[in-house]
């Protein structure tokens, strides 16, 4: 009974997290449609599907497996380079814009994957502060990689350099596709509202199917305790491996909606740095470590806080700063989660079923 009670609870909390992004997704089209949306605003949709989606994927690691992972944002950049250098050499292959739009969200995907595979080798083998600071390490190592990359395609295929430009040797006719720091210039503008909306939804049900299952149960059995896991034959490399690989994955697929939301990505490889990783993970830790729709409505609210306090422009960031530590508290003072146990919906009702029981 106790069992078939926590699986209807658990479908129940992953049906209104559902329920939650289809329902402002609704609201918001409406909005557009109407008119009464701003333009200010209606730009903002896009990043905010991207910033949930990376809030997501890291939630995955921090909350699920349960190690501090600061280099995420090194997987986005992987994602938005590789998809958008996709995009740029398919264009006139692929010419339906939608197509070449989702074989991009694979390719960044895949790539992403295989770089978090690659790097997940030597550092699931730490743990703590260690993994985190090797983490942070690579993440700045793929910035900075992709800060020094040329590459240009001609007649003869792809040309490639970490010199400069004129390095590339292009046959006339060629172009240069990635330009070091100045990024990849013309990226395809196929972003929308609505992609964005259905890479929330995909993202949601792979990582939320991940956690009610076999292996997920072996993920959170491991972050409890790592010693009785691996007592038990649970293999701890293998399912913090694989969380670690989609959780990258993911990362990747919000950097190809990332570089495909704008028109150019010129000195963008800096954006993706230890300041992206922090940001994300200020998102996760305000959300509620393990809540995945805490981290939706946490990415959410901060990413168009900023903007509404943009007229407060000489007391923005101190507003937004004491709105972090108002959310802090309310998320994790013992008085505000009592309060907030006490006065919850599900504790109304379950009062009022008892009364009419009665």
């Not at 921090?62 to 740029?88: N, Q, R, T």
């Not at 978090?116 to 993440?139: E, H, S």
């Not at 009610?212 to 896991?229: K, L, P, V």
């Amino acid at each position: 009974m106790k069992k078939t009670s926590k699986a209807k609870n658990l479908l129940k909390g992953d049906f209104l997290t559902y329920l939650l992004v289809i329902v402002v997704y609704a609201v918001f089209q409406f909005m557009i449609a109407n008119g009464s949306l701003g333009s200010l605003y209606e730009g903002l949709l896009v990043p905010v599907c991207i910033y949930v989606i990376m809030a997501l994927a890291l939630n995955l690691v921090v909350g699920i497996v349960g190690e501090l992972s600061l280099g995420h944002a090194g997987f986005m950049c992987v994602g938005a380079f590789s998809g958008a250098i996709f995009s740029k050499i398919t264009a006139d292959m692929i010419t339906t814009d939608l197509l070449r739009f989702v074989l991009a969200i694979l390719v960044g995907a895949v790539t992403a994957a295989v770089f978090g595979f690659l790097i997940g080798i030597p550092v699931l083998r730490l743990n703590g502060d260690y993994l985190a600071i090797v983490t942070l390490a690579f993440g700045e190592i793929i910035k900075n990689v992709m800060n020094v990359i040329y590459l240009g395609v001609d007649e003869k295929g792809l040309h490639f350099s970490m010199k400069d430009e004129l390095a590339l040797n292009l046959a006339e006719g060629g172009k240069t596709i990635v330009k070091g720091p100045q990024g990849i210039i013309g990226t395809p503008h196929n972003s929308t509202f609505t992609i964005g909306v259905v890479l929330i939804l995909i993202t949601l049900v792979i990582v939320l199917n991940l956690i009610h299952s076999r292996s997920g149960r072996a993920i959170m059995a491991i972050r409890d305790n790592r010693i009785a896991a691996e007592s038990i034959g649970i293999n701890i490399t293998k399912y913090k491996m694989m969380a670690f690989v989609i959780s990258a994955a993911l990362a990747g697929v919000a950097g190809v909606l990332y570089s495909h939301n704008i028109s150019s990505l010129q000195a963008q490889p800096q954006n993706f740095g230890y300041n992206m990783s922090i940001m994300i993970l200020v998102y996760v830790v305000l959300g509620g470590i393990g809540n995945m729709r805490g981290s939706i409505i946490a990415a959410a609210i901060l990413t168009v806080l900023p903007e509404m306090l943009r007229e407060f422009q000489d007391y923005r960031m101190l507003m937004y700063a004491i709105v972090l530590i108002l959310m802090m508290l309310f998320n994790w003072a013992p008085a505000c989660r009592r309060f907030r146990e006490r006065y919850s919906l599900k504790r109304i009702f379950a009062k009022k079923n008892t009364k009419e029981a009665q």
